[in-house]
């Protein structure tokens, strides 16, 4: 039976030692989340994120932006926060609107100010095998899930099911740059369970669920399933078929209770982190 990785309670160790240092802090760290629209789980999420930033005693703020804001607008506002000494990191909530380039959005945040490392310099730097200012929130949260359980990175296969550029894509480079063996698949993929099953280290994010099954991986296996979805019971559920898998595997983190928490950890940690690099402390 599987060794459970507790997603919660690692991001609330982090986060209290966090709490502690940014009492302290003066100015304190500023993060902004831009929302455009009334997507319902993006609201849940920013939500969240404003509280446990406002939690922690930082300048936390949401900008919320209708539906049809012009792309203008929005990137008049970015501009805005990217010349404003209060805010630290900004974040723009996806999926945006279609009429919305969001390539153009992405470029228009100071690459310092590039909380969740999605600017085309801070991706170009994980891709060269270089540091960006910060390392992308799901990722990052991963790898310290794994470092906090000593699961070993280097010279292990990993598979990384999904390739966006939230997850999938960085998550693979920055096990490469761990010097772990990594292996993509995605949609297009053949055979993905005979793939899957080459895995020591096997990360999910494809937002399908029970897109992974018992037959699909190894003996052994450490499993961490990113996705986030709806049962037939309408319960949250990630990718991995969670009750067959962890006979099999040797860690697994569950959903919810898993990635989820360390994501927003992330966030807040990349937050202050902005802030000591722009603050010079
Ligand atoms: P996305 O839709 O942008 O990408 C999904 C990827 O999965 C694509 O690259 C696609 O090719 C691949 N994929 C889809 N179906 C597949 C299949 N049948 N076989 C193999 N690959 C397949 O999604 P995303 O933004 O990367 O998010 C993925 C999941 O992770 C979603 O459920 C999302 O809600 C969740 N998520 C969770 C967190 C967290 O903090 N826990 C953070 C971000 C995303």
């Not at 008049?76 to 926060?81: M, P, R, T």
């Not at 270089?130 to 992308?136: A, Q």
């Amino acid at each position: 039976m599987a060794i459970l990785i507790d997603g919660k309670k690692v991001a609330k160790e982090i986060l209290e030692n966090l709490a502690d240092e940014t009492v302290f802090m003066n100015p304190v760290p500023g993060l902004a989340v831009i929302i455009v629209g009334e997507d319902a789980a993006s609201k849940i999420y920013v939500n969240s994120k404003k509280k446990k930033a406002a939690e922690l005693g930082f300048n936390s703020i949401v900008v919320e932006l209708p539906e049809n804001v012009s792309q203008q607008e929005l990137l008049n506002k970015i501009e805005e926060l990217n010349n404003d000494d209060k805010i630290d990191g900004i974040l723009v909530q996806m999926p945006l609107p279609e009429h919305i380039n969001k390539n153009d959005v992405i470029e228009k945040i100071n690459p310092l100010k590039d909380v969740d490392c999605f600017h085309p310099y801070n991706v170009g730097k994980i891709a060269s095998g270089n540091k960006p200012y910060v390392y992308p929130c799901t990722p990052k949260g991963i790898i310290r899930l794994l470092e906090y359980y000593d699961i070993e990175i280097e010279g292990k296969n990993t598979v990384v099911v999904g390739r966006s550029n939230i997850v999938g894509r960085p998550m693979a480079q920055m096990l490469l740059n761990m010097n772990a063996t990594v292996t993509i698949c995605h949609s297009r993929t053949k055979n993905l369970g005979e793939i899957t099953k080459t895995a020591d280290i096997l990360i999910c994010a494809a937002g399908k669920a029970n897109l992974i099954t018992e037959d699909m991986v190894k003996d052994g296996a450490v499993v961490i399933d990113v996705g986030i979805n709806r049962n037939k019971d309408g319960k949250l559920c990630g990718d991995v078929d969670f009750s067959s898998v962890e006979k099999k595997a040797s860690y697994i983190t569950p959903v919810p209770g898993g990635v989820g928490p360390m994501t927003i950890c992330s966030l807040m940690v990349n937050t202050i982190d902005l802030h000591r690099i722009q603050k010079n402390i």
